[in-house]
């Protein structure tokens, strides 16, 4: 049997017992999405948007979700999870809401997608029947997706504290694939703050697929967080999509240090006139891990404004990829867009490649980018030595300087303090693996 | 205490230090003076450890142990400290956390306790207070956005909290006013002591109007070209490095 065909088995084995199983539309789209991977695959480097990461080796991996009821982990083990203030928390084990995990405020708009489609089917139908699927990376998502969190912020609500969403892998499951889909709309002049955490153990290769489609109302502001802390083995495939209203203001921060491979790809629409978008993230990679970060950002309409920055860190045989792409439709007059890619490499074998791409089809428009590679700045390596600290701590402070000094003006004490700390425990073994050498 | 002999120095093939000879005993302050180019940050920086200098002649001893061979952290644990004249912007490293690991890492090698972030934080107010800085300094980013003035203070500060045993202080008045000169100059004497030795290194005069040397060398063309008292400060301040450029300097 070809990948290709068990991509069919698999679903057709599956796909009665998948939350919605009873929704006509909801089945023709799985079907469809099946139908598009078993004659496509998963997207080879052939693909223009895949050229750097090949997902040959997760074609390998089992497709199926978990659909029994998962081992509920002990409450006291989310401990090191939660963030250092008060939040709403929805935590999904093996891609399945936990209820009993979860604490979410009173009036707080959050449901699971599981819980949704029983009880508001109809609701969710524009967002899963959308136009064609981007590629079969999302396709993969769409057939066999299991639960995910839908929030619904009404027009000129501010929700605070934040939601604090938790996607946790259970050792007792390692090798069942996590499908997760969340809906976010964040509605007029309405205002959000999103944190989630990605995380997982076991030493199993599987699949953690996440989907998000984000839209944003006039005047609307969403802050999203993520730390991505992925098992050594899985393969996280990440991928956001957001359609940003006038004037409103997309900000999405990430810290990637999970996974053997790690796609964090972000699509952002600013489909209304000055809509603004931050996109800023670290990733961090040692041993064979591979991360990509791939955004695309069309400026559909005037005076749009896009910042995008991201920091890597890679040390061992690691790899990361950097794909952002930056498109002026026509029109979009007073775009505003600014990209920036700057990477870390703390060995000779780690690797990095770089794509900025701009496609600007507009006059009276301010586009610029830039990007960069290399090891630890010597002038600087000297001066803490010259103070008499050691190589090994000083090549420290300087790794975790270069990744602080982009979390720290993150616009959330709680959540930067969270993800530096994050960044700062991967820090650890690179600097032993330093004075090892 | 320092002892350098007849030292030869390249840097990317070029000869910088041509057989310098200085001596400086524990307790002095010594400057050494000179035009741009004669070596004097060259001389700076082989003392402190910098890569990228060769040595192809020559020693420099402290208190007796051979320093060229040794990295720069090693150097800073004998007691040797420079003072940077362009003191390095670390972002996203706060001002505290260095200052708290450089200690440390000293204390640590003298086999002293650390000092906890209590601790720490009162020795620090103390030298802050003492050197009319802001408190506020020690929460930003090492160095990053700090005014010449500030930058050189935070040198001092440093001088002040690790109390090296040989403190090499490279152009340590450029970029100073007047008042901020005399705030540095006197958190300098202030750390003068019969166990700790000094080298001033500078272009002009006018620092050592405020930290009076004991004895003065003039550096041209990579060696030393003439040593004295503060009559000779005061003969460069008149008649310029012109009167001191014999046969060395043109080659500079």
């Known amino acids: ?437 | 205490m320092l002892v350098i002999d007849n030292l030869h120095v390249s840097v990317g093939g070029k000869e910088i230090l041509r057989g310098l000879s200085l001596t400086l005993p524990a307790g002095a302050v010594h400057a050494v003076m000179g035009p741009n180019g004669s070596g004097k940050s060259t001389l700076a920086h082989v003392l402190a450890g910098r890569e990228g200098y060769t040595v192809t002649a020559g020693t420099a001893r402290f208190a007796g142990q051979d320093l060229l061979g040794l990295p720069a952290e090693e150097r800073a644990h004998l007691g040797i400290f420079l003072g940077f004249q362009y003191p390095v912007e670390i972002p996203g490293v706060s001002t505290m956390y260095f200052l708290k690991a450089a200690v440390n890492a000293q204390r640590k090698h003298r086999g002293e306790p650390e000092l906890d972030a209590m601790e720490f934080l009162k020795v620090l107010r103390r030298e802050i207070k003492g050197l009319g800085m802001d408190e506020a300094m020690a929460q930003r980013p090492l160095n990053v956005g700090f005014s010449g003035g500030e930058k050189k203070r935070n040198e001092v500060l440093q001088l002040a909290l690790l109390r090296p045993k040989l403190a090499v202080l490279d152009e340590t008045d450029s970029g100073l006013d007047i008042d901020a000169l005399k705030t540095v100059a006197a958190g300098v004497n202030a750390l003068r002591a019969p166990d700790r030795a000094m080298l001033i290194i500078t272009h002009y005069q006018r620092l050592l109007t405020y930290i009076v040397p004991d004895r003065v060398h003039v550096l041209s063309g990579g060696v030393i070209v003439a040593s004295g008292g503060e009559e000779i400060a005061e003969v460069l301040e008149r008649e310029g490095y012109a009167a001191f450029a014999t046969t060395t300097l043109s080659a500079a």
Request: proline share 5%; with cysteine.
């Open chain 1, 1 to 437: 049997m070809t990948h290709n065909e068990r991509f069919l088995t698999d679903f057709a084995a599956v796909a009665a017992d998948l939350p919605g199983a009873s929704l006509d539309w909801l089945c023709r789209v799985r079907s469809e999405a099946a139908g598009l991977l078993g004659e496509r695959g998963l997207p080879t480097p052939k693909a223009e948007a895949w050229k750097y990461t090949n997902l040959q080796p997760v074609a390998r991996l089992s497709l199926r979700p978990a659909l029994t009821a998962p081992p509920r982990p002990d409450p006291a083990a989310l401990g090191d999870l939660r963030l250092p203030c008060a939040c709403s928390r929805m935590v999904f084990v093996n891609g399945r809401f936990a209820p009993e995990l979860s604490t979410i405020g009173a009036g707080v708009p959050a449901v699971s997608l599981a819980d949704a489609l029983v009880r508001e089917p109809g609701a969710l139908a524009p967002w899963l029947t959308q136009e064609r699927e981007a590629d079969t990376a999302r396709a993969l998502n769409t057939a066999f997706v299991t639960d995910g969190a839908v929030i619904r912020v009404p027009a000129g609500r501010q929700v605070e504290p934040p939601i604090h969403l938790i996607y946790l892998g259970t050792d007792g499951e390692t090798g069942a694939a996590r499908y997760v889909r969340n809906l976010i709309a964040v509605e007029a002049g309405a205002d959000a703050t999103i944190f989630e955490t990605h995380v997982s153990g076991g030493d199993t290769p599987a699949i953690s697929s996440v989907v998000t489609q984000i839209v944003l109302g006039a005047g609307a502001a969403l802050r999203r967080f993520t730390l991505q802390r992925e098992g050594a083995a899985l393969s996280h495939l990440a991928l956001t999509e957001a359609e940003l209203g006038a004037e409103s203001r997309f900000e999405n921060f990430v810290v990637s240090v999970g996974g053997r491979l790690a796609r964090d790809e972000i699509a952002v629409r600013l489909a209304g006139r000055g809509a603004a978008c931050v996109l800023e993230g670290v990733y961090l990679g040692r041993g064979r891990q591979h991360h990509d970060t791939t955004t695309r950002i069309l400026h559909a309409e005037p005076a749009g404004r896009s910042r995008e920055h991201y920091r890597g860190v890679l040390d061992g045989a690691a790899r990361a990829v950097f794909q952002g792409r930056v498109e002026v439709a026509p029109g979009a007059l007073k775009t505003d867009a600014y990209q920036l890619n700057e990477n870390l490499l703390l060995s000779d074998d780690a690797e990095i490649d770089t794509k900025p791409e701009l496609l600007i089809n507009a006059d009276d428009v301010k586009c610029s980018h830039g990007a960069t590679a290399g090891s630890v700045d010597e002038e600087a390596l000297y001066y803490l030595r010259s103070r008499g600290i050691g190589v090994r701590d000083a090549t420290a402070m300087l790794v975790g300087g270069f990744v602080g000094a982009l979390i720290d003006h993150w616009p959330h004490a709680g959540a930067a303090e969270t993800l530096r700390r994050a960044a700062a425990a991967w820090l650890e073994p690179v600097v032993a693996l330093q004075e090892a050498a």
